[in-house]
């Protein structure tokens, strides 16, 4: 893994939120899914956050940021928020976040999004998220996470 600099948006975000200290790191065979992530950092994979996003029948998007041992139950999401929900498509992630699937970090978007955190996620010690690219990670306590999304509770939207 080497340091490399975030995309300009992240590190919009971070510069906005005190987060200086954060350093984002690049693994050369990828971190497109919740378990590569995990094995090329060495960690538990329920430590990783997946930035899922999601669209409401109004085609408003909606960020989950999710736990990468468990599923977003779709059901328990859409009685949440009180309308239902589709994943939304690889067009529909780039547009609304500026990011491509794989590397969708949990803030610094190109638009505002809704966003939902799984409880679980805020009782590990350290988060490891994507940080703008397939390719990229960084990581955050819960306390940060928590302060940079606005975000004091965590939702229970496992399946």
Same mark, same amino acid.
């Given at each position: 893994?080497?340091?490399?600099? #975030? #995309?300009?948006?992240?590190?919009?975000?971070?510069? %906005?939120?005190?987060?200086?200290?954060? %350093?984002?790191? =690049?693994?050369?065979?990828?971190?497109?899914?919740?378990?590569?992530?995990?094995?090329?950092?060495?960690?538990?994979?329920?430590?990783?956050?997946?930035?899922? !996003?999601?669209? +409401? =029948? /109004?085609? &408003?998007?909606?960020?989950? @940021?999710?736990?990468?041992? =468990?599923? !977003?139950?779709?059901?328990?999401?859409?009685?949440? @928020?009180?309308?239902? $929900?589709?994943?939304?498509?690889?067009?529909?992630?780039? %547009?609304?976040? /500026?990011?491509?699937?794989?590397?969708?970090?949990?803030? /610094?978007?190109?638009? #505002?999004?809704?966003?939902? $955190?799984?409880?679980?996620?805020?009782? &590990?010690?350290? $988060?490891?998220?994507?940080?703008? +690219?397939?390719?990229? !990670?960084?990581?955050?306590?819960?306390? =940060?996470?928590?302060?940079?999304?606005? @975000?004091?509770?965590?939702?229970? $939207?496992?399946?």
């Amino acid at each position: 893994m080497k340091k490399v600099s #975030p #995309p300009q948006c992240l590190q919009n975000a971070f510069d %906005e939120n005190n987060l200086d200290h954060v %350093e984002v790191f =690049e693994f050369p065979d990828g971190t497109r899914s919740a378990a590569d992530a995990a094995n090329a950092i060495g960690c538990d994979i329920s430590d990783i956050g997946k930035s899922l !996003v999601f669209m +409401t =029948e /109004g085609n &408003k998007p909606v960020l989950i @940021i999710m736990n990468g041992a =468990e599923q !977003v139950d779709l059901n328990k999401v859409a009685s949440l @928020i009180g309308l239902s $929900i589709r994943k939304a498509d690889a067009t529909e992630v780039r %547009e609304h976040t /500026g990011y491509a699937i794989g590397g969708v970090p949990p803030f /610094g978007h190109a638009h #505002p999004v809704e966003t939902l $955190i799984d409880a679980k996620l805020l009782a &590990k010690e350290t $988060i490891w998220l994507a940080a703008g +690219t397939p390719k990229t !990670v960084f990581s955050l306590t819960p306390d =940060e996470l928590r302060n940079v999304t606005g @975000i004091d509770t965590g939702v229970h $939207i496992a399946a």
